[in-house]
């Protein structure tokens, strides 16, 4: 813990164990290669002790270990290179998993979890580590620092804080292929009302030079996936079967997430979370649990969203917005929920609700959801102390957002935490995403169904996930055939397989407007463009005016006699100073 792992390699042909914290350190750089399995190892021994901090921001719970749990913790100015592939992914679990898929759903928090921290902003107030003085915004708007949740560097390093607002693009590391299975326990303190557990993976203020993509999260006794603050974007993960929430983002996030799909199962929520609460996503805009904050902080929490799939069984809610969230988010589907698709809080001045109204903070936009559950489901709940159910759900309406059954199949079934019946998230096919619902951000990959998976072909999760192993995708790939060029006029998005039907006739034409045989519906220009047969004179006040012409050619008589040299007054064939003499002579008289 105290030295860090270096600058090194993990190769796929050992098994590492995380035995306690181990730090990558700044300035090293950590790469694991392809097919690698790092174990986390449990915690022996745990002793907890409350006590009281200073200005009335709660309590501490620290926790000491004879032997503590496993965990991997990339600092600030370090750098994780965790590059795994659909063939050989990189596998994150606890010591003593048999890593063949047998290990229950049910198994959480058997290590640590995976954290990376960086240096770009945060909305939280400066907190002094030491306690000693009150947050604040003593550096400056996007600038506090915070701590990993549930973790805590036993040396006095502070290698577990991350923001300061000091490399907001910076990289702190390449995320591809990961498997983190069965973690999340407390490493050390953290502040009383927060969660006492780690989650499978942290994000704390990482730049956008940071990649994360082709993730599964399974199984962790709180969090899969939380981002705290930064500009890091986000692409196909899948965040299943937590005690808490299988996505939440606070802290001023300002990234992209595209292509998510959470699960979660009521019947595996924490004890002390109720099963109806356990969030697929919780969406804040602070921190709501930590002490240094002010939900009204800025920098906003504004992340670009898209094509999310949050599917569960019979939670209320499958999304929570609250604590002044912000951002876009478009083209997603909720499946399998009792109450509503989303909720909407408005308990503060400056909740959820208020981040969506326009009159208000006007900062979250929910566009074009597709929402299923159980009867009288609706697209959103108001649940606050002012009575706006009516106005919400009528700016849902506007957004396009509406109950509709979408998916192939999205009814799942788990019996003593094993996976007992597969699912197809895919949506139908007949469900495409109008141009106006388009996303906006040019970060987004631009898509034209909704949800995390493209109709037609296989989930991006199969074939290398261990959920994908133990039976999740039921469906079918089949390989519809169809015109697949891209530029003939029966393209079809959906084919896989080329039939030889493309043609390029139907819909060819002209497509220059100024054309005289200009065609509005042509697709495809075939060269028969002209400007002859209705050119001529278009200017209404000319002798020669043509009113069968659409195209100007430059003939236009302005008068019987073409004035050549309108600046020879005199006539005398060239422009003088006796012309200009003449002018001023005149010059101011009226007409």
């Known amino acids: 813990a105290g030295a860090g792992v270096g600058s090194d390699v993990w190769t796929c042909d050992h098994h590492y164990v995380l035995q306690g914290e181990v730090f990558v350190n700044p300035g090293d750089t950590l790469r694991i290669e392809p097919g690698t399995v790092v174990l986390g190892a449990g915690g022996e021994g745990r002793i907890e002790n409350l006590m009281d901090i200073p200005f009335a921001f709660g309590s501490i719970n620290t926790v000491s270990y004879g032997t503590m749990p496993g965990a991997l913790i990339v600092s600030r100015g370090a750098f994780l290179d965790a590059q795994g592939t659909a063939t050989c992914p990189i596998q994150f679990s606890f010591l003593g998993d048999p890593l063949d898929g047998s290990v229950g759903l049910d198994v959480r928090g058997m290590w640590g979890g995976l954290a990376l921290c960086g240096a770009a902003q945060t909305n939280t107030l400066n907190l002094d580590l030491s306690f000693a003085n009150a947050p604040s915004f003593t550096g400056g708007v996007g600038s506090g620092e915070d701590l990993l949740e549930g973790v805590v560097d036993v040396t006095g390093q502070q290698r577990h804080v991350y923001g300061g607002n000091t490399d907001p693009h910076g990289a702190s590391g390449i995320l591809r292929h990961l498997s983190i299975r069965h973690g999340s326990t407390n490493l050390g303190w953290n502040m009383s009302g927060n969660g006492q557990e780690t989650d499978l993976l942290q994000?704390?203020?990482?730049g956008s030079g940071t990649v994360v993509e082709h993730i599964e999260l399974l199984a962790s006794a709180d969090d899969g996936l939380h981002i705290f603050g930064g500009l890091v974007e986000v692409r196909r993960v899948m965040s299943a079967f937590h005690a808490e929430d299988a996505f939440e983002s606070d802290q001023g996030w300002q990234g992209v997430?595209?292509?998510?799909?959470?699960?979660?199962?009521t019947a595996l929520a924490h004890a002390s979370n109720p099963p109806g609460r356990s969030f697929v996503y919780d969406a804040e805009g602070d921190d709501f649990e930590e002490s240094n904050m002010d939900p009204s902080a800025e920098p906003y929490c504004t992340p670009a969203m898209s094509n999310l799939t949050m599917v569960t069984n019979g939670a209320d809610y499958a999304a929570c917005y609250h604590s002044l969230p912000g951002g876009d988010w478009t083209n997603s589907i909720v499946h399998g929920v009792s109450d509503a698709g989303i909720e909407i809080q408005h308990y503060l001045s400056c909740d959820g609700f208020n981040a969506i109204m326009p009159s208000q903070y006007g900062i979250l936009t929910l566009r074009n959801w597709r929402v299923c559950g159980e009867d009288e489901v609706i697209p959103?709940?108001?649940?606050?102390?002012?009575?706006?159910?009516?106005e919400l759900s009528g700016w849902l309406a506007d957004s396009g957002n509406v109950v509709l059954e979408v998916l192939q199949d999205g009814d799942f079934a788990l019996e003593g935490g094993v996976l007992v019946e597969g699912l197809d998230p895919r949506p139908s096919a007949d469900q495409t995403v109008t141009p106006h619902y388009m996303d906006l951000d040019d970060r987004l990959e631009v898509t034209s169904y909704h949800g995390a998976f493209h109709p037609v072909l296989e989930p991006w999760f199969a074939g290398w996930t261990t959920l994908d192993g133990m039976g999740l995708f039921s469906g079918e790939v089949v390989l519809t055939e169809g015109c697949t060029y891209d530029f003939a006029c029966n393209y079809d998005p959906l084919a896989l397989v080329d039939d030889g039907s493309c043609e390029r006739e139907s819909c060819a034409g002209c497509t220059f407007q100024l054309a005289?045989?200009?065609?509005?519906?042509?697709?495809?220009?075939?060269?028969?463009?002209?400007?002859?047969?209705?050119?001529?004179?278009?200017?209404t006040g000319a002798e020669n005016y043509d009113p069968e012409a659409t195209l100007d050619d430059g003939t236009c008589l302005m008068g019987a006699v073409e004035d050549v040299c309108p600046a020879d007054l005199n006539e005398d064939g060239e422009v003088t100073s006796v012309d200009l003499l003449m002018l001023l002579s005149v010059y101011g008289e009226p007409c």
């Open 203 to 206: 994000l704390g203020a990482c």
């Open 257 to 265: 997430g595209q292509h998510w799909f959470g699960l979660q199962d």
């Open 380 to 390: 959103g709940r108001y649940n606050g102390n002012y009575g706006a159910q009516e």
């Open 516 to 539: 005289c045989n200009y065609n509005p519906a042509a697709l495809l220009d075939d060269g028969s463009c002209t400007t002859e047969g209705c050119s001529g004179c278009t200017w």
